[in-house]
């Protein structure tokens, strides 16, 4: 069945465990977890491989820093579910590649169309990146916009859509006929 949630939420607000913990109630046997992820550096060497660790090894781990939207299609017709973490750092991997906003959009509107042709349930991570304070230079305030752009989108086409606060889910978008907060 194909079911998309977006997890969204600040920095540190529980939002990578709670993607892990709807997968491990709802995902089968054939687990994948796209990490858009480039470790640059070794302490993010280790939060990667503590993540990892923490997933085990019923996990496929695909590194997607760019391709998501094919890499989703690709591995959808064999996964029982999908977690994509995270879309901030994808939008800011795309941002390196090409700083161009409206190429930026034309990525996450064909990563929107995967979504609506995945085989499988998907969970995305992304932070949200609106509620802080203006940024005080041009290419943050591009980021800003990028990724508010990239959440927007991918919440309008979600079935789902879960708010981290403090480690608390809290139900902002739901299909009808839901129930309350999972």
Same mark, same amino acid.
């Given at each position: 069945?194909?079911?998309?949630?977006?997890?969204?939420?600040?920095?540190?607000?529980?939002?990578?465990?709670?993607?892990?913990?709807?997968?491990?109630?709802?995902?089968?046997?054939?687990?994948?977890?796209?990490?858009?992820?480039?470790?640059?550096?070794?302490?993010?060497?280790?939060?990667?491989?503590?993540?990892?660790?923490?997933?085990?090894?019923?996990?496929?781990?695909?590194?997607?820093?760019?391709?998501?939207?094919?890499?989703?299609?690709?591995?959808?017709?064999?996964?029982?579910?999908?977690?994509?973490?995270?879309?901030?750092?994808?939008?800011?991997?795309?941002?390196?590649?090409?700083?161009?906003?409206?190429?930026?959009?034309?990525?996450? $509107?064909?990563?929107?169309?995967?979504?609506?042709?995945?085989?499988?349930?998907? +969970?995305? #991570?992304?932070?949200?990146? /609106? *509620? @802080?304070?203006?940024?005080?230079?041009?290419?943050?305030?591009?980021?800003?916009?990028?990724?508010?752009?990239?959440?927007?989108?991918?919440? $309008?086409?979600?079935?789902?859509?879960?708010?981290?606060?403090?480690?608390?889910? +809290?139900? #902002?978008?739901?299909?009808? /006929? *839901? @129930?309350?907060?999972?």
């Amino acid at each position: 069945m194909n079911q998309t949630t977006l997890v969204v939420g600040g920095c540190r607000s529980g939002k990578s465990r709670y993607a892990l913990e709807l997968a491990e109630r709802g995902f089968g046997a054939r687990k994948v977890f796209m990490a858009t992820c480039v470790p640059a550096d070794g302490e993010m060497r280790c939060r990667v491989e503590r993540h990892q660790a923490e997933r085990g090894p019923s996990w496929t781990t695909v590194e997607s820093p760019v391709r998501i939207a094919e890499d989703l299609l690709y591995h959808s017709k064999r996964a029982d579910g999908i977690i994509v973490d995270c879309l901030t750092l994808w939008v800011s991997n795309l941002m390196m590649e090409d700083p161009d906003l409206d190429a930026v959009a034309c990525r996450v $509107r064909t990563l929107t169309d995967a979504l609506r042709q995945t085989r499988c349930p998907v +969970v995305l #991570v992304s932070n949200e990146v /609106g *509620a @802080g304070i203006v940024p005080e230079n041009a290419l943050a305030r591009r980021f800003r916009d990028a990724a508010g752009f990239a959440n927007q989108q991918v919440a $309008r086409c979600a079935d789902t859509v879960v708010w981290m606060v403090a480690g608390i889910p +809290v139900t #902002v978008k739901q299909p009808s /006929g *839901a @129930g309350a907060n999972p």
